[in-house]
């Protein structure tokens, strides 16, 4: 079965620490991966794609197929990083996005 | 902060009664979805549609219908057989085919009373 796993539903960091959210997938195929962001008030974006290697924001993301995993990574988390990041694989050739539940990132001054 | 559209924004319904959300985009986007976001749930899907006149069942369809007689509008249909309508429903377009972004509305707020 096609599924994404974040396990935290909350983490709570202060200014400057390292951020990693967890996400684990299964799928059977090639995997297409994405973190999506949702910050307070405005409309569910993307952050980043392992396709694209990008780092965004400071954020990094391997795909690492040996443990399905597509942790989200930060070095220094800023206060502006606090929102809800959620990991979603594509699914096929429709582009069907299967998301996790999300994991609220609130970063303390 | 144009692209795609929802309205309206906030929708009360009474119990048996069907409501229509809005989807329109104007990205020129063969491609869109209606998702369903529940607190703890993430988002699920409830329809897609690939191109116009063509729409597929999602995850989470039983309830709901789509139509897509034009390709900038996708609007969803809950009808009164969706026995837990209240939810936030998020409306997203992209380019046909696998691992492209999705451009996500700002979503609609239906409450049933």
């Known amino acids: 079965a096609q599924r994404v796993t974040q396990p935290e539903k909350l983490l709570s960091v202060f200014k400057g620490a390292p951020v990693e959210l967890k996400c684990n997938y299964s799928?059977?195929?090639?995997?297409?991966l994405f973190w999506y962001v949702q910050y307070s008030r405005q409309r569910l974006q993307l952050l980043l794609r392992?396709?694209s290697r990008e780092s965004i924001k400071g954020f990094t993301a391997d795909l690492n197929k040996g443990e399905t995993s597509f942790h989200l990574k930060k070095p220094f988390a800023q206060e502006e990083d606090s929102a809800m990041y959620y990991c979603?694989?594509?699914?096929?050739?429709?582009?069907?996005?299967?998301f996790g539940t999300g994991t609220l990132l609130a970063v303390q001054p | 902060d144009g692209g795609i559209t929802q309205s309206p924004k906030y929708l009360f319904r009474k119990e048996g009664q069907n409501v229509t959300l809005s989807c329109e985009q104007n990205?020129?986007?063969?491609?869109m979805y209606w998702y369903r976001q529940d607190p703890g749930q993430g988002l699920r899907l409830i329809y897609y549609?690939?191109?116009?006149?063509?729409?597929q069942k999602g995850d989470i369809a039983e309830g709901y219908s789509v139509s897509r007689e034009k390709k900038e509008s996708f609007p969803l249909t809950v009808t009164s057989a969706q026995k837990n309508p209240t939810a936030f429903y998020l409306c997203?377009?992209?380019?046909?085919?696998?691992?492209?972004?999705?451009?996500f509305g700002p979503g609609t707020r239906l409450t049933v009373l």
């Open positions: 997203a377009s992209s380019i046909r085919g696998g691992g492209n972004e999705q451009f």
């Open positions: 799928y059977s195929g090639s995997p297409e």
């Open positions: 392992h396709i």
């Open positions: 979603a694989l594509a699914s096929g050739a429709t582009n069907k996005l299967i």
């Open positions: 990205l020129n986007h063969d491609a």
């Open positions: 549609s690939q191109i116009v006149n063509d729409f």
